[in-house]
């Protein structure tokens, strides 16, 4: 938790975590909610992006509506670890994945690369999964979908944020 | 869903304009006017295609720290375990998936201690253990989808 951010940051972050207003002057409206000036939520705001507290700014789809059905998770077991950059940079090249990350193994879990394939039906990922594992030669692979959704929201920090001085 | 919709989707995914007047801009970069860019927008909201409008914060920018878990569950405790899980304010993303590791969850917690606190009181309530496996290295993350 960075401490420079402090407690006007979190009220005027509070405004953006959720949807800005629908409004032609977004800014203002979110200005004279917090007594502030549309210049200086402009200002803060763009600070904000600079200082990469956040990774983008702009719409989040409904991937469903817009036409990405299957989504499945495809894990990869690549033992040797001096091989792992190599092929999860090949892995996540991929026009269909849309993240990419080594984590840990564990020996009833032995898995290293997870790559999150998208396309329009559970066959489909599976087939571009084949694909790739083809393409970089490691056939210890497994594609997982989700079955149940239990929770799914986006994470709102500054209801959570611990010290808040 | 036309061509000037999609136009000011790719836009606006990768970056809504922060400036005073955002709607001029839009309408600008897609050869509409302030008004129709504005309508648009408020269209694609209320029909759905459009969840959020706003910042997508960055745990590790704002020095918070995230992980995925799993844990292997009976099937037939999965949905309390499930609801143990997903009562802490820092689980985002709570599911299950077809396989012996059959309960995923993402967390995001201020700082290490709180991730290690949170994922024991989980396993001593549930009485399942929980694999943590955090990020080592990110390969790429790319979360807009153009439209062709």
Known sequence: MK??????????????????????????????????????????????????YYRRFGATLRHQ??????????????PDESMRTKIGERLASHR???????????????????????????????????????????????????TREFKKTSMRYFDNWPVCE | MDNTDKQILNMIQTGFPVVAEPYVAIGRSVGISEEEAYQRVME????????????????????WTSTLCTMCIPPEKI????????????VTHNYERDHKFNLWFTYIAPDKDTVSKTLKEIESKTGYKVYNLPMIKKFKIKVDFQFD
């Open chain 1, 3 to 52: 401490k420079e951010i402090n407690a006007a940051d979190v009220k005027l972050m509070t405004e953006l975590q959720g949807s800005i207003p629908m409004s032609k002057r977004p800014f203002k409206e979110i200005a004279n909610k917090l007594k502030m000036t549309e210049d200086e939520v402009v200002e803060k705001v763009q600070s904000y992006g600079n200082k990469k």
């Open chain 2, 44 to 63: 694609l909201m209320e029909s759905g295609i459009i969840r959020r409008l706003g910042a997508s914060f960055d745990s590790r920018g704002l020095g």
């Open chain 2, 79 to 90: 949905e309390k375990c499930a609801s143990v899980v997903s009562e802490h304010p820092g």
């Open chain 1, 96 to 146: 269909e994945v849309s993240h990419g990350y080594e984590r840990p193994s564990f020996d009833e879990w032995p898995y290293h690369i997870y790559t999150m394939v998208h396309g329009e039906t559970e066959a489909e990922v599976r087939g571009i999964a084949k694909q790739m594992s083809a393409e970089v030669g490691i056939t210890d692979y497994d594609v997982l979908f989700s």
């Open chain 1, 65 to 78: 509506k817009a036409g990405f059905k299957a989504n499945g998770m495809v894990i990869w077991s690549v």
